[in-house]
């Protein structure tokens, strides 16, 4: 939870009298909307600038990304063509590669 507060997943929690922090129902509900993001392939910094939105999320899981729900969909387009990028170069790179490679037994 404070990997998460520090950078600015989570908004600073409730304290105690003692000190100790404390976490309600919302607390839980945000932190398993942000874990899904991240197993969804999103970065912190992605999560992070749509933080403020997360709230906005109905239950504990995210809806349909083409949703009208979805609050998080320009972050997450963002981040479809990053990774589509990064799949075309790595398949350029690899065809590259493969081509200075000659097979076994074709000599």
Do not use: K, W
């Amino acid at each position: 939870m404070r990997f998460y507060e520090e950078r600015g997943l989570m908004p600073p929690p409730a304290r105690s009298a003692t000190g100790q922090r404390v976490y309600g129902p919302r607390d839980v509900t945000r932190v398993r909307l942000i874990r899904q993001l991240l197993e969804r392939g999103l970065t912190i910094e992605d999560v992070r600038s749509c933080a403020d939105r997360l709230e906005l999320v109905q239950g504990e899981t995210l809806p349909p990304h083409n949703s009208s729900e979805c609050s998080v969909s320009g972050v997450v387009a963002r981040r479809l063509s990053v990774l589509d990028a990064e799949i075309a170069r790595l398949t350029a790179l690899r065809e590259n590669l493969a081509g200075t490679v000659r097979p076994a037994g074709q000599d």
